[in-house]
């Protein structure tokens, strides 16, 4: 196992990789406009796509964003979102040793605290946030979107 950041040349895999994300996912745009999201992200130093690496495959990856802050002593503060494993290499550790890659970058990057939501009610899935090093019941969290999503 290797956990490492993602190539610019992995686009596919990825994309492939989020296939096991969500049961159903709105389609994505036009192959260009994806392609130039993808090379945004791939420039913005505050975006980290982990990627854990199998015999020469991606089967997991996570996101992390690095937010600069004016509080807490102008530390900074991370997001994770995207945590997925391919559904074949699920229960063998990839998505804690991701998780906890990317708090350890995050911790290594003066983050004073990292956020992570699911949408998800399965207690194992509580327990295995929690066995990656994540808390619950310290805040409370809320999501908004827009009205037409």
């Not at 090379?39 to 991606?58: A, G, M, Q």
């Not at 964003?65 to 997925?84: F, H, K």
């Not at 970058?105 to 899935?125: E, H, Q, R």
Request: aromatic fraction near 12%.
């Amino acid at each position: 196992m290797l956990i490492r950041h993602i190539k610019e040349n992995e686009l596919e895999e990825l994309l492939n990789l989020y296939t096991h994300l969500h049961h159903q996912d709105a389609p994505l745009p036009e192959k260009s406009i994806v392609k130039s999201i993808w090379k945004e992200v791939t420039r913005n130093s505050l975006l980290h796509y982990f990627v854990v690496e199998d015999d020469n495959k991606i089967v997991s990856s996570c996101t992390l964003s690095i937010i600069p802050n004016l509080t807490r002593g102008a530390r900074p503060y991370g997001v994770i979102e995207n945590v997925v494993t391919h559904t074949d290499y699920r229960n063998r550790g990839f998505g804690t040793s991701i998780l906890r890659y990317a708090l350890d970058f995050a911790w290594k990057n003066n983050c004073y605290k990292v956020m992570l939501l699911t949408g998800s009610k399965d207690p194992a899935i509580y327990q295995f946030y929690e066995n990656a090093g994540f808390k619950k019941g310290i805040k409370t969290g809320f999501i908004a979107y827009p009205s037409d999503f």
